[in-house]
Each structure stands twice: as structure tokens, then as C-alpha cells.
């Protein structure tokens, strides 16, 4: 039996008019504003809320059996950021199943008023086995594959440092989430917001790597990890795994950044993946595919 799923990330949802708090004043979050609304992003994100509809319209006709979203739903990590983008998506999570984990721009700060806001909007899509109390990792398991939900965006202080950290309790309770005889049995992808390596295969520069990607890419090769879903950067990529790297690394890009509208279609079929790229169409104001590509997923030689 096949599994479908739909790979989406970055939606970036604008919130128009905002409101700010006494509190929310914080240098980071003014550079991001200013970004959004006088600079790159205020163009480039634009139709965002028209395109996450046209996704959204697009997705319940493909009827994919699971949904996987990347994160970066928000552009300022504040509550009614996700409480917009979780109404917009509302169709979505009230039919399928779906992980969901959260990226940079979702943990935008370290804000007591916005801690869990993310897991609260998108709590359908945050249900599966866990180790102890912690909210990540946890595992969906399906009938003939496994969903591993790694959260990777921690808060940063300054406008300039996007790095992505994993920590070793997260590491410690993956660890854990691969050795239960119920995930064992099964195909696992990871789903996390951060990548191990950008289109170029280059590792990110210092201010944007995911610290601990390293540590994190051991424990899947030493496990049976197939591939790593991911978002973060807003263009999508697929690297095939190597003798390096056993296992595939899958940029879906951002859902509704201008021109690339893109989200991937994923079909897992007995060690092979079908990957098909939807992109929205301006002219029909509908999302198409727009290339076809198959990976052979296997573990080990
Ligand atoms: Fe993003
Ligand atoms: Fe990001």
C-alpha cells in the first residue's frame, strides 16, 4: 500500500493591521516589520493569503492521506499570526491527518505571551508517541511509514543570527522515539523546519546553520531514517542520498513566496518516493504540477 502526502512550508502569513504591545517592541521584531512592510518581503509576500487558499483548495482535491508543514507560518511569531494562518489552513487540519513543526520565524522570540502558540493553533497536527512530557520529538506512525517531528527553531536575540538549534534532550529522546518496536518496523522520514544543506550542497553559513545538524545526521544514518523533510529555505531542492548520506534531503519551498508557490506531493511506495511539484498558476489562480522526479529510498547498500 502507497502513502501520500503533502509537503508544504514558509507561508509567511502577513497579519494586517497589527497589533503591538508595550512588550512586543523589540529590535528584532521592528527589523522584521520593517522588512515586511516597506522592504523584500512586503512584495515578495504579497498574495500570500490568496495563494494559501488556492493551496488549501488544491490540497482537499488531492486528498493526500497525510499532511506535513514545515513551519514558518508566521512572519513575527505573534499569536494572531497563527490563529490567521490556522484559520486559513482550518480545512486542512480538520480533514487529515498531519505533523506539524515550527520554524524560525514561529519562534521568533523568547515571548512568555506567545510560548505554545504555535502547538495551540496546530494541535491536530502535533498528536503521536512521545518520550516522557516533552512536546518534541514525537512520531506519528502510519500503517507503512513514520512521521519523526524534530523541533529545530530555538529563539534568537539579534535580527542577524537565524541559527537553528535540535539540543541534546530532543537528540536524546530521538534516539529513543527509533528504538520502539513500533517505529523500528516501519520506513521513517524526519520533519524538521531547518535543512542539513542548502540547493548548492554547501553547509549554511555560521549565522544560519542548524548548530547541531551533524549530531543529528549521525543519529539517522545509525537508524532508519530514509529522508529529511524540510523547509526553511524558500526555494525547493531535492538532494538523492549519497555514499555519504544515506538518506534524502527534501526542500519543499515556501507555499506563497512570489514565483515559487511551491509545495510537493510525495508518494512512498515500496522503497520508491514519487515526488511531484505543484506550483500556483497566476493565470488560473490554481496550483498545477509542474515536474515529476522518483527517488529510490533504501537502507544500507
Ligand atoms: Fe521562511
Ligand atoms: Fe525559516
Not at 515500496?270 to 490554481?286: I, N, V
Request: positive net charge; hydrophobic residues 45%; glycine residues 4%.
Amino acid at each position: 500500500m502507497s502513502v501520500r502526502l503533502a509537503q508544504i512550508s514558509d507561508l509567511h502569513l502577513p497579519l494586517w493591521p497589527m497589533r503591538w504591545r508595550k512588550q512586543d517592541y523589540h529590535i528584532k521584531r521592528l527589523a522584521g516589520w520593517l522588512n515586511m512592510r516597506w522592504l523584500f518581503r512586503r512584495d515578495s509576500f504579497a498574495l500570500a493569503e490568496t495563494v494559501a487558499e488556492a493551496l488549501v483548495r488544491d490540497i482537499r482535491q488531492r486528498q493526500p492521506h497525510v499532511v506535513v508543514l514545515c513551519g514558518d507560518v508566521a512572519c513575527l511569531g505573534f499569536d494572531e499570526e497563527f490563529a490567521l494562518a490556522a484559520r486559513l489552513l482550518r480545512p486542512l487540519l480538520e480533514t487529515f491527518p498531519g505533523v506539524a513543526v515550527p520554524g524560525n520565524h514561529d519562534y521568533y522570540l523568547d515571548d512568555p505571551a506567545c510560548a505554545g502558540s504555535f502547538e495551540r493553533h496546530f494541535a491536530p497536527w502535533q498528536c503521536g508517541l512521545r518520550i516522557e512530557q516533552g512536546v518534541y520529538p514525537f512520531a506519528l506512525v502510519l500503517e507503512n511509514l513514520v512521521l519523526l517531528a524534530v523541533n529545530s527553531a530555538k529563539p534568537m536575540k539579534w535580527p542577524w543570527d537565524v541559527r537553528g538549534e535540535i539540543g541534546t534532550q530532543q537528540l536524546k529522546h530521538l534516539q529513543a522515539l527509533l528504538t520502539r518496536s513500533e517505529i523500528r518496523s516501519r520506513p521513517c522520514f524526519l520533519v524538521t523546519h531547518y535543512p542539513l544543506l542548502r540547493s548548492d550542497g554547501r553547509a549554511e553559513t555560521y549565522f544560519r546553520r542548524l548548530t547541531d545538524a551533524e549530531a543529528l545526521a549521525e543519529v539517522l544514518a545509525r537508524h532508519h531514517v530514509l529522508a529529511w523533510l524540510h523547509g526553511h529555505r524558500h526555494h525547493p531542492y531535492v538532494h538523492a542520498p549519497d555514499i555519504h548520506r544515506g538518506f534524502a534531503l527534501l526542500c519543499c519551498g515556501s507555499a506563497t513566496l512570489r514565483r515559487v508557490w511551491s509545495y510537493f506531493e510525495l508518494e512512498w511506495h515500496e522503497h520508491r518516493l514519487q515526488l511531484k511539484r505543484r506550483c500556483y498558476w497566476l493565470a488560473t489562480r490554481e496550483f498545477v504540477e509542474v515536474s515529476q522526479s522518483e527517488l529510490v529510498l533504501t537502507l544500507g547498500p
